[in-house]
């Protein structure tokens, strides 16, 4: 007895000396976390955000104000002032503010928001480790980046899809493209049929909503393989870009799918006549927009609802642009301490990746699984769209574009009159 009794001993004096070392490192990690943030900045950080609908949250600003309250908590004497901005006008109001030189602390970005106001953002390449990088799915981080510099954390990523109103393909017995694929023919043989043209209650196959900044038209002008830019070029012109073009013109004029309000660049019109007043049988949207859809349908306000790829031509595959990456930039500033608390912040605003689904997105890092089919259908999609070019001209080009095909619309202009004419324009 009294043997076994020295044995407990000498055990217990054996996990005493292995396990002390380890103790004492995990207790002056927590004394250094401790005491770095007692000596971390104490202030006023601005923020600006947009909002993120979900099913729970209408209002899409739940999940950030949650975020802000939690982070105030976890690092006492740091206050952020957040200031809501709408989907409607939160861009321009962006773009104001760079320009003018009277930016929030921390603010989103895309790729878009990078190249063009590069020289307002702090590069933030210095604080992201090896390790926090390595999480991150691959080219998700290029997103946000110019040449070796990272602009921002990333959220979740995003593209333009085509949702369906189930309910009006099923009525007209319309079968709905498999898992969400359909070639061109199939694409517009479905929109005739759903189309309706009665004066007092018409019904339009598709909404696609062209204002200025948006992707959505790129899907179908890059149907049969046309290429945007090329060889540091502007290179939409040539048989697949005219190719491509009269398949949206003749959608328009020859064959009446496309709902007018398309050509007014009233987005929140368009998505009233598709979720609303039901005369649109599919709508071009950001993929993000399924959390409110879902919203919607959850509340019993909503028809049944699916996710479709564009359709695909000559090229096989249904390819657009879009930026991509959702994520949150800093100002430039000259105080260390507060620039390390901005990043502390937009860390633990997107380190959340499971709630990130319920907002609309795609995970950015690695080892997420998604279940739904909807948002299986998105993650596809992300993978087939391009980043825009960085092009110092781009955004020009792309609004030049989406105003020179609506006028080809309006006034019956052939593809290749369209074609030609943005060619004359971009000079290149």
Excluded: C
């Amino acid at each position: 007895m009294k043997k076994a009794f020295t044995w407990f001993l000498y055990l217990l004096i054996f996990l005493f000396l292995a396990y002390w070392p380890f103790y004492m490192s995990a207790h002056k990690r927590a004394e250094l976390e401790e005491r770095k943030i007692e000596e971390s900045f104490k202030g006023i950080i601005t923020f600006w955000d947009f909002p993120h609908p979900s099913e729970e949250d209408t209002s899409g600003f739940e999940f950030i104000k949650k975020k802000i309250q939690a982070f105030q908590n976890k690092y006492p004497g740091v206050v952020i002032d957040f200031e809501p901005i709408s989907e409607g006008d939160g861009i321009e109001r962006l773009k104001e503010a760079f320009s003018k030189g009277v930016l929030p602390d921390v603010f989103p970005v895309n790729l878009e928001l990078v190249r063009l106001y590069k020289d307002f953002l702090q590069p933030i390449t210095n604080f992201v480790s090896k390790e926090e990088k390595s999480e991150y799915n691959e080219e998700v981080l290029k997103a946000l980046s110019l040449k070796e510099d990272i602009y921002g954390l990333p959220l979740g990523m995003y593209t333009n899809v085509i949702f369906i109103n189930r309910e009006i393909f099923e009525d007209k017995e319309i079968s709905l493209p498999e898992k969400g694929y359909w070639n061109y023919e199939e694409f517009l043989n479905g929109m005739i049929k759903v189309t309706e043209k009665d004066d007092k209650k018409p019904v339009f196959g598709l909404g696609i909503p062209l204002f200025n900044g948006s992707y959505s038209l790129w899907g179908f002008l890059m149907l049969d393989g046309g290429k945007v830019y090329d060889k540091g070029k502007y290179a939409f012109f040539g048989p697949q870009a005219i190719s491509s073009l009269q398949k949206v013109l003749d959608m328009a004029g020859r064959y009446s799918v496309i709902n007018p309000v398309s050509l007014e660049g009233d987005r929140k019109k368009l998505w009233d006549e598709f979720t609303l007043y039901k005369n649109t049988a599919a709508l071009v949207e950001e993929s993000y927009k399924i959390a409110e859809l879902s919203n919607l349908f959850k509340k019993g306000k909503l028809f049944e609802f699916d996710v479709a790829f564009y359709p695909t031509g000559e090229s096989g595959i249904p390819l657009t642009i879009s930026p991509k990456v959702y994520g949150y930039g800093i100002k430039k500033d000259k105080d260390l301490k507060k620039l390390e608390m901005e990043y502390r912040l937009i860390k633990f605003i997107v380190q959340d990746q499971e709630g990130v689904l319920k907002l609309g997105y795609v995970p950015t890092k690695k080892g997420i699984e998604i279940g739904e089919e909807k948002m299986k259908k998105i993650e596809e999609a992300v993978k087939y769209t391009e980043l825009p070019p960085l092009w110092d001209k781009w955004e020009k080009v792309d609004n030049l574009v989406i105003e020179r095909v609506k006028e080809g619309i309006k006034e019956g202009k052939s593809a290749y009159e369209v074609i030609e004419g943005i060619k004359k324009e971009v000079g290149e």
